[in-house]
């Protein structure tokens, strides 16, 4: 089982910049593929970045596609997610994820379903 704990949320003005955190604790950090998520009130938890193994490649959703970077330092087993040029549309509460075992955590792609556990998520609001 791994244990996930996001931080660097907070409120920041559209056009601003944030970076989160996520430690990972409980299963060896660099061996499987890890995501970000995120959900807006009122709507599903969706999709937003995810990173291999490595860190040598690295998937986004379109609506943060060259705004917001992923990446991993895995001898400190963090998980870390840039988010540049933020919008309003960005508020959510960001979740950290791990594959649902180790099986998942070698594809690539990830698929949204190949993740099963979570953080207790970050609040990020921009305000316009």
């Known amino acids: 089982q791994v244990q996930l704990v996001e931080s660097g949320g907070g409120l920041v003005q559209a056009g601003g910049s944030l970076r989160l955190s996520c430690a990972a604790s409980?299963?060896?950090?660099?061996?499987?593929?890890m995501g970000w998520f995120r959900q807006a009130p009122g709507k599903e938890r969706e999709f937003v970045a995810a990173?291999?193994?490595?860190?040598?490649?690295?998937y986004y959703a379109d609506s943060v596609k060259g705004r917001f970077t992923i990446s991993r330092d895995n001898a400190k087993n963090v998980l870390y997610l840039q988010m540049n040029s933020l919008k309003p549309e960005d508020t959510a509460v960001y979740y950290c994820a791990a594959p649902k075992s180790e099986v998942y955590g070698r594809r690539w792609p990830p698929g949204a379903t190949d993740f099963g556990s979570w953080g207790q998520g970050t609040q990020v609001t921009v305000s316009s």
């Open positions: 990173i291999s193994w490595s860190g040598g490649r690295t």
């Open positions: 409980g299963r060896t950090f660099g061996s499987y593929v």
